[in-house]
């Protein structure tokens, strides 16, 4: 009969004795891409809680229409710029949620359904019999002509029982209930009366930090926000620098109107240096004449970003639904803003609006930069390396010897990645890991050294023309 051995043991009784172990290597890490992360206000919505938005029409589920002073365009451009995962947290503090005390025939309030979230949200209650079955009651949740929830309880016996056992039993996406008092008369009918009492959060400076906080748990690629605030935008510059020193390898998109001043526009561009940093720096508009500057043109583009694999560019990138640019520049403007490190948008010979060219903010590498690192492209590509190769040889830590098979093991799978991303024509031929011999493996450590190409986009043609005034005449 068969038993387990251990490397090294000597058994003392004769029989067979088996151990196993993997064989193989662990699967290589593809490309986890098209993640946008969104930071917005809006009159309904978690506070200070990610949701993972898979779609646009999502939007309106989990954050109702924004109200007045919402922003939720931020996620919706996001996604019509390709983004296929949004991870959106509403902004603010505070807030009260409105509420409605439903009554009996006889006027006493003995149901109290307060709003899930704070906001200024505007919902309405009506309560009557259902047209089929005059021994139902519907309780219907409206906002203007749109029915969002329906709720159906019996009329026959305590009317007020039944309300609250079709609560726990249906659930309500917008209200919790809460039971005032004891009633035998039947519960009130009442059409499209308002909820009251709900105001919107409070938004600050803290409150950015506050949600940048929170998002940092989670993995996306591009992040943009919902305000024109320098002073913000800075914070989310530090925030995003500091992800990134550990291991979240990310860029953020930003964007000033075109109603700042050309100069100071090109100003605020060059003064962030870094890539990591997307400054949009005009817009456009759509066909019904909406104008997308500032943070909405900055979240098309973090859409755009995302939705790129890192094999293509975003330079000369049509933007859907554009009609015309918002500020037409010169081509010294064009040329200007591309050394400033702003991205700008222009128009094709087709009239169709497009993105000049794919860069970021950086606009004086450091010695250990190259200018590859002002192109959005190459910084994907570059970015996307560092996280496959994190994601393929994690799974080995611990797993394995810091001797030479183990370090062999190490550059086997980290070479494949490479090899992956070679045929994915996103690195030249030739990138490779291998052993850093100037620093030689010591207790539980091992150097490597990835020597990678990342291909950049052919973005400048140059044609020579030879004309002559006539052939020669060879006769």
């Known amino acids: 009969m068969a038993a387990f051995f251990i490397v090294g043991e000597k058994k003392t009784r004769p029989g067979v004795y088996i151990r ?37 029409e999502d939007i309106a589920k989990k954050y109702g229409d924004g109200g007045e002073t919402g922003t939720t365009a931020v996620p919706m451009e996001q996604f019509k710029g390709g983004a296929r995962l949004v991870y959106a947290i509403r902004l603010g503090s505070g807030g009260t949620q409105g509420s409605y005390n439903i009554q009996d025939e006889q006027g006493t309030s003995v149901i109290q359904l307060t709003l899930k979230y704070p906001g200024s949200r505007k919902l309405a209650i009506t309560i009557r019999q259902t047209l089929t079955d005059s021994s139902v009651t519907e309780l219907l949740v409206l906002e203007g002509t749109e029915q969002l929830e329906r709720l159906t309880f019996s009329n026959t016996e305590n009317s007020v029982d039944a309300l609250i056992d079709a609560f726990k039993t249906q659930g309500s996406d917008y209200f919790i209930l809460t039971k005032l008092t004891d009633s035998s008369e039947q519960i009130k009918t009442i059409n499209q009366e ?11 400076v803290a409150a950015y930090s506050t949600a940048f906080e929170v998002l940092e748990a989670y993995r996306w690629n591009v992040l943009s926000i919902d305000t024109e605030d320098t002073s913000i935008q800075m914070v989310m510059q530090l925030f995003l620098n500091r992800i ?20 100071t526009r090109l100003q605020h561009a060059s003064t962030y240096n870094d890539y990591q940093i997307v400054y949009v720096g005009n817009g456009f508009t759509d066909i019904s004449g909406e104008v997308y500057e500032g943070y909405l043109a900055a979240a098309r583009i973090a859409g755009l970003i995302a939705g790129t694999p890192s094999n293509e560019s ?13 500020e037409l520049l010169t081509n010294n403007q064009h040329e200007r803003a591309i050394k400033a490190g702003a991205l700008m948008f222009s128009v094709s010979a087709a009239d169709t609006v497009w993105v000049e060219q794919g860069i970021n903010t950086l606009v004086l590498p450091t010695a250990k930069e190259d200018d590859g690192w002002k192109k959005i492209k ?16 994690e799974g080995l830590i611990g797993r394995i010897n810091n001797g030479p098979d183990g370090r062999a093991t190490v550059i086997q799978v980290s070479n494949k ?7 994915e024509k996103k690195l030249l031929t030739g990138a490779h890991v291998e052993l850093d ?14 020597y990678a190409d990342d291909i950049d986009a052919l973005e400048k043609m140059y044609y020579a023309f030879k004309f002559r005034f006539a052939p020669e005449d060879t006769e």
């Open 20 to 56: 196993y172990e993997n064989y193989g290597t662990p699967p290589i890490a593809g490309v986890d891409d098209g993640k946008c992360a969104a930071v917005f206000r809006s009159n309904w919505g978690p506070l200070g809680q990610v949701l993972v938005l898979e779609k646009s």
């Open 194 to 204: 308002e909820v009251i009492g709900g105001t919107d959060p409070s938004v600050n």
């Open 244 to 263: 990134y020193e550990s291991g979240k390898f990310c860029m953020g998109v930003i964007g000033e109107p075109t109603t700042v001043d050309f100069e």
């Open 314 to 326: 975003i330079t000369h990138a049509a933007i859907t639904g554009a009609t015309e640019v918002t």
């Open 378 to 393: 190459r910084v994907k590509v570059r970015f996307e390396l560092f996280q496959r190769l994190n994601d393929t040889v």
């Open 417 to 423: 990645v490479c090899n992956m991303m070679i045929a």
């Open 437 to 450: 011999t100037n620093n030689p493996p010591e207790g539980d450590s091992a150097w490597f050294l990835v």
